[in-house]
């Protein structure tokens, strides 16, 4: 099939690099001819060109998009033609960050408690309600811990809301986690589903750094948990492809942070790591095939991320266990220009090639 995407970063080189063995080729929907997907398939550079966007529609025969930040209008002109999986419900409750806890809520899947807030005299009534420490956020267009202000005393309220720029914002409760989860899933568009095994990430500075999968110490009922939640949420919003949920892991309770309506950065590990990876269920799944086991093929398994600057490339290809992958970016600060993926069938070893890694992580 000729598969379209919208956008043509590193999700779509990654999902074009799976495609490829299926028989499939890539069009790409991109901002210019240097996106990290532009040399793997047709590209068609769009500025918001409608004849653009039409001339890549007709060349495709299912389109998907990788980013929740993709213009639904885009979406939603391209469907009335062709099917554009996940499709515009999933993509519009996750640009929204009050939508999608809206959601959350409806479906009895835990969040943080949450308001919405438009100027001072709501954030004051908020914080009344919800209590501090609580973390102010856009409710668009954040992403990686952009658009973020943790209120610690009342004393920062004008601080925070500025902070903001004017724009609509939800604060929510701080959420005093032990760790962070994720869990990824894939829906086929006969409802099928499958789900890897929980990974657990690690941020610094609101950017994701190391992911471990599966994450250790997860009972068999803290998994079947997450799955729960996943199947009320992928069954309600009926979404095809790869979806994750971001999760706090706070005493064995599970509280969903974020949901991100695609392959996702915690989901690298599944290249090397599992059985089919995240990348190729996703293009299963919209090309209405079966999907593949996501069963784990080493026991365990990391992925870092390269960020910023190259760093010691020879030295991941030296590492027996480590998998590079580039994305063909300058480099540029907190820029993630590759990731490193890690097998072990040991734990110690593992942990030793991580260390051995080191210079990647902050
Ligand atoms: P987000 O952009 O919403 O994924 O937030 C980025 C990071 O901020 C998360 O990975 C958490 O480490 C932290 N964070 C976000 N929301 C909360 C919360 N309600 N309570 C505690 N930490 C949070």
Wanted: proline share 4%; net charge negative.
């Amino acid at each position: 099939m000729r598969i379209g995407v919208l956008g043509a970063g590193q999700l779509g080189r990654m999902l074009a690099i799976s495609a490829y063995p299926l028989g499939h080729q890539m069009r790409f929907l991109a901002l210019s001819e240097e996106d990290p997907s532009s040399l793997l398939g047709k590209t068609f550079v769009h500025d918001n060109n409608p004849e653009v966007i039409q001339k890549f529609s007709n060349d495709c025969d299912v389109v998907t998009y990788e980013t929740e930040n993709t213009d639904i209008n885009i979406v939603n002109e391209i469907s009335k033609t062709i099917e554009v999986y996940p499709g515009d419900l999933s993509l519009s409750l996750t640009q929204h960050r009050g939508r999608e806890k809206t959601l959350l809520q409806k479906l009895n899947i835990p969040c943080a408690p949450f308001e919405l807030v438009n100027n001072v005299s709501d954030l004051t009534r908020a914080i009344n309600n919800i209590g501090l420490p609580a973390i102010l956020k856009t409710t668009e267009d954040g992403y990686d811990g952009k658009g973020q202000f943790l209120i610690k005393s009342e004393s920062q309220i004008d601080e925070a809301w500025e902070a903001m720029s004017g724009e609509e914002s939800i604060l929510e409760g701080f959420i005093d986690f032990k760790r962070e989860l994720s869990l990824v899933a894939v829906r086929g568009t006969d409802g099928s589903l499958k789900y890897y095994p929980l990974a657990e990430n690690s941020h610094h500075e609101g950017i994701l750094r190391l992911t471990v999968a599966p994450a250790q110490e997860i009972s068999e009922s803290l998994q079947k948990k997450a799955e729960s939640y996943m199947i009320s949420l992928l069954t309600e919003i009926k979404h095809v492809g790869v979806l994750t949920l971001e999760l706090f892991d706070s005493d064995d309770e599970l509280i969903v942070n974020e949901i991100a309506p695609r392959v996702h950065n915690s989901g690298h590990w599944t290249i090397e790591g599992a059985q089919t990876s995240q990348f190729e269920n996703h293009i299963r799944a919209i090309t209405n095939s079966p999907l593949g086991d996501t069963s784990i093929k080493s026991q365990f398994n990391a992925m870092i991320n390269i960020i910023g600057k190259y760093g010691p490339t020879n030295k991941v290809l030296e590492t027996r266990n480590a998998h590079l992958h580039l994305y063909d970016k300058k480099e540029r600060k907190n820029r993630k220009l590759g990731h490193i993926t890690i097998t072990s069938d040991s734990y110690e070893e593992l942990q030793k090639s991580i260390d051995n890694l080191s210079d990647y992580l902050p």
